[in-house]
């Protein structure tokens, strides 16, 4: 398996210039949304410790609440079954709708099926499975996996979508109007909701207490899917648990003030047992989340609710894409997340961070994330997974700061040569910081030289 | 032979962290006053519209606002419709429906939420399938905020309850906000009191 070059990725993004832009500039209107959302709540920070001590204490007894869903949701009538990995949950699911004769599924977003890579599976079977997320179709129709775990296609303008429905639903590939994209969309699923022969969902929280789970969604689509065919299967990661109902009105509180900046989800669906005359199947999938959940530094990333807010918020993600990140889940929360799965080929992402932790201080249930990224670092580089460029320019900076008078010369030589050189040495393409930004104007004295002219002999 | 079940148990106790409380659930002070006000602003902000009571009959209401509307398809016998949910073998009869009206057990200022259930409902999916939805309040049934939510008796029984804020909408395309995606078109809240007893008319067909 080859290595991600998280770099060499986003400079291609970076090229289409409107795009790179449009995404910059998208992204950071939800994190200011989310802002003005959070900051109108006296609570919030309450709200967070909670909703952290309460996924930890989860956590922490995860198995006694995994066996209490169990238990309830079967009483209630639905089907449970456990998956240990991606092949394993994608043959329950395939088993599922071959039982049922199933040759057509209506699926809401799940990043968890994302991680099975379940629909070619399915697809190699005979089993037709329809993105019905407007996000999520978009990418599914161009062939490309979703570069937001809440709006997939956030990477794409409206032209790029014209385009893509163009060439695969027939609409007018000039007609970029968003109305007119998004009502050829709901024109297209809708007989699908009515033909197919099952749902599929996701699921954001798992109650143990009363065997149910919740689904927060938008458009419409995952209550057509689930309340219209006589069968509906939710792929649930097994760290979606929560003990009780009454956590939901923290966790429901936050979730789309995080990733949308709006008060709630239009729609959040609460599945607690079939409807007469119809089944449905939960898949409680594992995947690595246990490993995960024993690992000393990086458990804590399974608080995580599927947000958003990090990636949002972080300089790097809204300037490099998700589809950059080579993995399913992208930004600060793939970036502690993917290496999990695959040390050496994610080693790149550790990097793809300022560790400004800007991504900590959004996240709803204070995830350590921008230590986490630190922690990986050290272990790449302890494993020696290092790319060579960057290991010698550590070697370097590593002699430089740890010599006084080394880092004095360097820090003067470059003040004086910031003013001095001429502009195509300093902004020309081997100098990755002269790329995209103007380098400050340099200060006239360092602080040392303050320091040695005010502070130094007992002057005051 | 160890099951899939037993293999993920095993490895999920073996490697769950040491031991965390459960935090107490704090009430939070919150308003009393104010909060069918409170409801019907959020609701707004949602895309959702809100309507006082009207002074006429509620059928007429509903035809007036919704002029073209052929099928009006009603889960509560407060509003006569020209199809009742009582009527429906099975939801994907209701793809025609122009306007379903239902009525919530109740509303939630905080959010401008309202509450629905298969009994509400009579069919899950009237809320979705409809073009148009129109959900009768009665501004007496507003709780708080999410907290209070759930903590409404409902959730036990019910088989599906969904928390419903304004119509169905996406932004996915460059963030441009469009209201009706693929669900409801339009939501529109009614605030009228419920009929002083219950409705004990024929048992609803849960679909």
């Known amino acids: 398996m080859s290595r991600v070059d998280h770099a060499e990725a986003s400079s291609r993004f970076i090229e289409a210039k409107d795009h790179a832009e449009f995404h910059d500039k998208r992204l950071w209107d939800l994190r200011k949304k989310r802002d003005a959302e959070t900051q109108a709540i006296p609570e919030w920070e309450e709200l967070r410790s909670l909703a952290s001590a309460i996924k930890e204490h989860t956590l922490s007894h995860l198995g006694d609440y995994l066996v209490e869903f169990e238990r309830n949701a079967t009483a209630n009538g639905m089907v449970v079954h456990w998956a240990r990995d991606a092949a394993e949950h994608n043959q329950v699911v395939y088993e599922i709708l071959q039982a049922h004769g199933v040759t057509t599924l209506v699926k809401s977003k799940s990043m968890l099926t994302d991680e099975c890579e379940m629909r070619p599976f399915l697809a190699n079977r005979g089993i037709e499975t329809m993105e019905t997320d407007l996000g999520e179709r978009i990418q599914q129709l161009d062939d490309e996996p979703p570069s937001h775990i809440v709006v997939p296609a956030v990477h794409k303008l409206r032209g790029d979508v014209a385009e893509v429905f163009g060439r695969t639903i027939g609409t007018d590939p000039g007609n970029s109007d968003v109305a007119y994209l998004a009502e050829s969309q709901r024109r297209q699923t809708r007989p699908y909701y009515l033909k197919a022969e099952a749902g599929m969902t996701g699921a954001n929280f798992a109650i143990a207490e009363t065997g149910s789970f919740v689904v927060c969604t938008n458009e419409g689509n995952a209550d057509l899917g689930a309340n219209l065919p006589s069968l509906h299967i939710a792929s649930i990661g097994i760290e979606k648990l929560l003990p009780k109902l009454e956590h939901l009105g923290v966790f429901v509180r936050m979730l789309s003030r995080s990733a949308l900046g709006s008060p709630i989800t239009q729609i959040t669906s609460h599945f607690r047992a079939p409807r007469p005359d119809s089944e449905i199947h939960v898949v409680l999938v594992d995947n690595g989340r246990s490993d995960r959940l024993g690992m ?18 972080c300089p790097v993600y809204r300037r490099s894409g998700g589809l950059s990140y080579g993995a399913t889940y992208s930004g600060p929360i793939g970036v502690i997340i993917d290496p999990t799965f695959n040390l050496r080929k994610y080693s790149s992402l550790p990097f793809a961070s300022t560790l400004n932790g800007s991504c900590t201080s959004v996240c709803p249930v204070k995830i350590d994330i921008h230590e986490q990224i630190y922690k990986w670092r050290q272990i790449i580089a302890e494993r020696h997974q290092l790319p060579m460029v960057k290991k010698e320019a550590m070697r370097l900076a590593g002699k430089v700061l740890s010599s006084p008078r080394l880092y004095r010369a360097a820090v003067e030589a470059a003040a004086a040569g910031i003013e001095k050189l001429p502009r195509s040495l300093v902004y020309n393409p081997f100098n990755a910081w002269g790329r995209q930004r103007e380098v400050p104007a340099a200060p006239a004295q360092t602080f040392r030289q303050w320091y040695l002219k005010h502070r130094r002999g007992g002057s005051r | 032979m160890t099951t899939t079940r037993d293999h993920v148990l095993a490895r999920v106790r073996r490697n769950q962290p040491a031991w965390r409380e459960l935090p107490q659930l704090p009430s ?3 308003r009393a006053d104010g909060r069918l006000e409170a409801f019907a602003a959020a609701l707004k902000r949602m895309g959702g519209s809100f309507a006082a009571a009207p002074a006429g009959a509620l059928d007429a209401f509903v035809r007036a ?10 889960a509560t016998p407060e509003v006569a419709g020209t199809r009742s949910t009582a009527a429906v073998r099975d939801p994907r009869e209701l793809a025609d429906v122009d306007v ?9 200022a905080e959010t401008g939420s309202v509450w629905l259930s298969e009994r509400e409902l009579g069919v899950n999916a009237i809320a979705f399938l409809s073009q148009h939805l129109v959900v009768l309040l009665d501004p007496e049934a507003i709780v708080a905020d999410l907290h209070d939510a759930y903590r409404a008796p409902g959730f036990g ?6 928390l419903m804020t304004g119509p169905s909408a996406t932004a996915d395309i460059e963030g441009v ?6 669900g409801i078109r339009s939501l529109t809240v009614v605030a009228v009191s419920a009929p002083a007893a219950p409705s004990v008319d024929a048992p609803r067909r849960s679909a």
């Open chain 2, 28 to 30: 939070f002070a919150r």
């Open chain 1, 296 to 313: 000393d530094d990086f458990w804590y990333s399974l608080k995580c609710i599927r947000c958003g807010a990090c990636m949002n918020t």
């Open chain 2, 65 to 74: 606002r919704f002029p073209d509307a052929r099928v009006i398809c009603s």
């Open chain 2, 157 to 162: 029984d019910a088989r599906y309850a969904v």
């Open chain 2, 177 to 182: 906000l469009i209201r009706g995606a693929q």
């Open chain 2, 100 to 108: 379903g009206v239902v009525r919530a057990a109740f509303g939630v």
